[in-house]
């Protein structure tokens, strides 16, 4: 069975700063990553995926995550958050054969100005 | 543009009372989810649906049934709610297919149990 961590419950950045979520994953065969995203009163949207080929997947607004099979790891990047990234963000894992999502608790990434 | 819609935002019911979640697809997606979010526990699938008439349960599914006689829809069913089941529900819709395929979140609806 998988199962994934999202060790920080909330992280508070101020606007313009980097930040990392941080995300670790526990399976016994081969798996999809994804982040999704949830902004208030929404539900979830696919932010990225990893499927196969370079382990560094981008979205269209800035964030990056890097597959890291030894470390078992999908961490959640932006060099430079805006206020506008203030959500819920999930990381998520499903095997390869089927499509059943195991998600992570989440992190609430609160940007202040 | 790819559209899942859920019957109600809001939604307040006596314990007891059996309650009918639905939501609806414009995708023509085979694969079909009801999850519940609680705050520390992410998401949980309850059930989920790979075609019409076809069900399979989740990781919590006691308390729960679905309905599935469309494509298009998916209803969850609470059949005498409790207190334990406030949450809040969210479904979801992909194509068919292997784990690959991105799961399309519908807006949720906040159940209070009273």
């Known amino acids: 069975a998988q199962s994934v961590t999202q060790l920080d419950s909330q992280v508070p950045v101020f606007e313009e700063a980097p930040v990392e979520l941080r995300c670790n994953y526990s399976?016994?065969?081969?798996?999809?990553l994804f982040w999704y995203v949830q902004y208030p009163n929404q539900g979830l949207q696919l932010l990225l995926k990893?499927?196969?080929?370079?382990?560094l997947v981008e979205s269209i607004n800035g964030f990056e995550a890097e597959f890291n099979k030894s470390q078992t790891s999908f961490h959640l990047r932006k060099p430079s958050v805006h206020i506008s990234d203030t959500a819920e963000y999930f990381c998520?894992?499903?095997?390869?054969?089927?499509?059943?999502?195991?998600f992570g608790t989440g992190t609430r990434l609160l940007v202040s100005p | 543009d790819v559209k899942v819609t859920q019957s109600s935002r809001y939604l307040v019911k006596r314990t007891g009372e059996k309650v009918f979640l639905e939501c609806v697809q414009d995708?023509?997606?085979?694969?079909m989810f009801w999850y519940r979010q609680d705050p520390g526990l992410g998401l949980r699938l309850i059930y989920f649906?790979?075609?019409?008439?076809?069900?399979e349960k989740g990781d919590i599914p006691e308390g729960y049934s679905v309905s599935r006689e469309k494509k298009e829809r998916f209803s969850l069913i609470l059949e005498s709610a409790s207190t334990n089941q406030t949450s809040m529900y969210l479904c979801?819709?992909?194509?068919?297919?292997?784990?690959?395929?991105?799961?399309?979140f519908g807006p949720g609806t906040r159940l209070l149990v009273l």
């Open positions: 979801a819709s992909s194509l068919a297919g292997g784990g690959q395929e991105t799961q399309y």
């Open positions: 399976s016994s065969v081969s798996v999809y």
């Open positions: 990893y499927l196969s080929g370079s382990t």
């Open positions: 998520a894992v499903s095997e390869t054969s089927f499509q059943k999502l195991v």
């Open positions: 995708m023509d997606h085979e694969n």
């Open positions: 649906s790979y075609d019409v008439k076809m069900k």
